[in-house]
């Protein structure tokens, strides 16, 4: 294992140079537009895989966009680790916003990346830490360094909610069988402060309508003799929290899990500036959940927010109506044990039963996910801080997200078995705005740090 400095010294442009030209091909799932470069884009990782040595590939039909597929087997009796990825990215509007042509790659150096940055659509979500992985298996397998199996399994529809993914999974068990599952889909905290997605929340989001009147009526001639939806629609939002920033939907905590003393111990040890905090968003102080730090309120405590709210007149200069109807829209970020339809079913119930009489309340789901947590004392986990203290010199720091990604609950429940994000962007990274991109020095060093996962993995498995 030596030799993967001196491998990625010698091979570095090229490695840049190939994920250049993938980042070129606009792969936006969302738009048909493009369904020709989604397929053109299967078709260059399925070629990557092959040269990168795997025995078999495949490019995989679903209901939706393909799902390539790949895999190099050196002995059934080791562990298999199974990568997953995705090559489609998120439409590049508005383009007037980039500095460069988001299908046009160029490297900048910035103060955050001072070695060069890849300016992209994809570029760190998900193609240059998808293709990290596949650099790093081509490292292990010409220099004989690949110490057990590997599969891959990259879809094209992650940025459209994944939804012929579960129809795939369903019917290859057998194929994707594995011991553990890594995903490079997620960031660390620093370049000098690696870090390990433990924690994904889950999530449910609804839409809610009240009606009062059947029709919209003078506000001179009928407030204060008729209900007012919008009144009635925020006093009902309004009693959601109470004056400890705790949601007040009976049931809504029962399954809620408290984490330890020590792993919050752990996650404290991040570097955080509350005041760079305040500035950057330029607030004048936070705002939460008593009891816990900012920190623990964006990544292991449920949230329920309001997302967007509308109803009545709101053009220009006046009209005095009470509407008839009034909407919200609301999601509720959940931890894990907390279960999306059930966690729905019970706003739902709440929600309808503050209604005062005078109005009539519809709650409509919309879509939701299972939260998810990797125990830190999981040989995965294991193996993965091994990996980075070897190359970062440092123990990487547990990290709750506080978003969510469904798929890998999915897989939990499909595949049985844990999945380890090891992710290498930074948030300043700009995924899904414009002007996304990834550090050409982060793109290395997550080629050099897989190699050890693999490495790791296999011994502590023995």
């Known amino acids: 294992m030596d030799t993967i400095n001196e491998y990625i010294d010698q091979h570095k442009d090229r490695f840049i140079n190939e994920l250049i030209e993938l980042l070129k091909i606009p792969s936006v799932s969302a738009d048909s537009a493009f369904t020709q470069d989604v397929l053109d884009t299967a078709k260059a990782v399925k070629n990557a895989l092959d040269k990168a040595g795997c025995d078999k590939t495949e490019i995989c039909e679903t209901p939706g966009y393909p799902v390539v597929y790949g895999e190099k087997i050196i002995d059934p009796k080791l562990p298999t680790v199974l990568v997953y990825g995705h090559y489609d990215v998120q439409p590049a509007d508005p383009y007037n916003l980039w500095d460069s042509p988001p299908f046009e790659p160029t490297i900048k150096k910035t ?199 509308w109803g009545g007149y709101i053009g220009e200069g006046a009209k005095t109506v009470i509407p008839s109807k009034a909407y919200a829209k609301i999601s509720m970020r959940l931890v894990p044990n907390q279960d999306w339809q059930e966690i729905t079913e019970l706003f739902k119930k709440h929600f309808e039963s503050i209604a005062p009489n005078g109005v009539r309340v519809k709650v409509t789901p919309h879509h939701g996910g299972q939260g998810y947590v990797t125990p830190i004392d999981s040989l995965g986990y294991q193996a993965a801080s091994k990996a980075y203290e070897t190359t970062f010199e440092k123990t990487p720091i547990p990290q709750r997200s506080g978003g969510s990604i469904p798929i890998v609950s999915l897989f939990e429940k499909e595949l049985k078995s844990k999945t380890i994000l090891m992710g290498f962007g930074l948030d300043t990274d700009a995924i899904h705005s414009p002007n996304e991109h990834f550090g050409v020095w982060n793109y290395l060093k997550g080629i050099e740090t897989i190699p050890w996962f693999y490495k790791y993995f296999t011994e502590l498995n023995d």
């Open 111 to 309: 103060e955050a990346h001072p070695d060069g940055a890849i300016y992209a659509r994809g570029a760190c979500d998900d193609k240059g830490q998808m293709y990290m992985h596949v650099k790093a298996l081509e490292y292990m397998t010409q220099t004989g360094n690949l110490p057990c199996n590997v599969k891959f399994m990259i879809e094209g529809e992650e940025e459209v909610g994944s939804e012929n993914l579960g129809w795939f999974i369903e019917r290859n068990h057998e194929k994707l069988k594995n011991d553990v599952i890594l995903i490079s889909d997620t960031g660390m905290i620093a370049k000098d402060v690696p870090s390990i997605t433990t924690g994904l929340r889950g999530l449910s989001y609804v839409e809610v309508e009240v009606t009062g009147p059947n029709r919209d009526l003078h506000s001179g001639l009928y407030g204060g003799a008729v209900a007012n939806p919008i009144n009635i629609l925020t006093k009902m939002i309004s009693s959601l929290h109470d004056e400890n920033n705790h949601i007040t939907v009976p049931g809504f905590y029962d399954k809620v899990e408290e984490l330890s003393a020590e792993e919050r111990a752990q996650m404290a040890e991040a570097p955080f500036s509350l005041d760079a905090y305040k500035q950057a968003l330029d607030i004048d102080d936070v705002y939460g959940e008593t009891g816990y730090t900012t920190n623990e309120r964006n990544s292991i405590r449920p949230t329920l927010d309001v997302n967007g709210i």
